[in-house]
Every structure is written in C-alpha cells, then in structure tokens.
C-alpha cells in the first residue's frame, strides 16, 4: 500500500517563511501528478500549487510570486516553498499525489492518494 506523509507546518509571523515536504512511500513505480490543497476552518479545501510528473507548475492567484512548488522524484518527494506569509494563508495544507503503484494481488493500479494535513499558522 502506498501513503503520504506532510510535514513542515508551523507558527510563523507575517512576511515570514516555511517549506513544506510531502514524501510518498510504498510500492510505487511512478507518481504522476501531485498537488498542494489548503483548508482553512469554515472554508472549503482549495488548490494552492500544483506540478506535474513533466515538471509544468500551475499556482492559485493567491500563491503566485510568492509561493513555489516542485518536487523530487528521486525521493518520491514534493515541496511547497512558501515566502512573504500572509495571515490569510493560515490553514491545514494538504499534499495529494496520484500514484502508480503495484499490488501483488491486483497488479498495476493508479490511486490518488492524500497527506494527513500539516497546519500552518501566519500571525500578525
């Protein structure tokens, strides 16, 4: 089974910095397109970055200029570079990825698959 895992949320102040991580693990033979989500509370889940398995990058209007995505094939990794910290990005950031995987009863199969949620907090 494969999973992903976020990490690098936390507490910063405005006009600050983080990096986010999400490492995908398991029997994977390739990860496809893979995507950072936020959700702040009361609000629905949105799309901040996007990149896909070629590389191309696609940002909300909100996350353009200051945020970056990329990501790490060797490690099976994607990050979220998050500069200039508004309190307004204050919210649980999530990593999606869909994934090639193998299953030694079902074979080849492609699943998207989600992070648990890594909080970060911007105060002002």
């Known amino acids: 089974q494969v999973q992903l895992v976020d990490s690098g949320g936390g507490l910063v102040q405005a006009g600050g910095s983080l990096r986010l991580s999400c490492t995908a693990s398991?029997?994977?033979?390739?990860?496809?397109?893979m995507g950072w989500y936020r959700q702040a509370p009361g609000k629905q889940r949105e799309l901040v970055a996007g990149?896909?398995?070629?590389?191309?990058?696609d940002y909300a209007d909100s996350a353009k200029g200051r945020f970056t995505i990329s990501r790490d094939d060797a490690k099976n990794t994607v990050y979220l570079q998050m500069n200039s910290l508004k309190p307004e990005d204050t919210a649980v950031y999530y990593c999606k990825a869909e994934i090639k995987y193998y299953s030694s009863s079902l074979g080849y199969r492609t699943s998207h698959y989600w992070g648990q949620g890594t909080q970060v907090t911007v105060s002002s």
């Open positions: 398991g029997s994977i033979v390739g990860i496809n397109d």
């Open positions: 990149i896909t398995s070629g590389g191309s990058t």
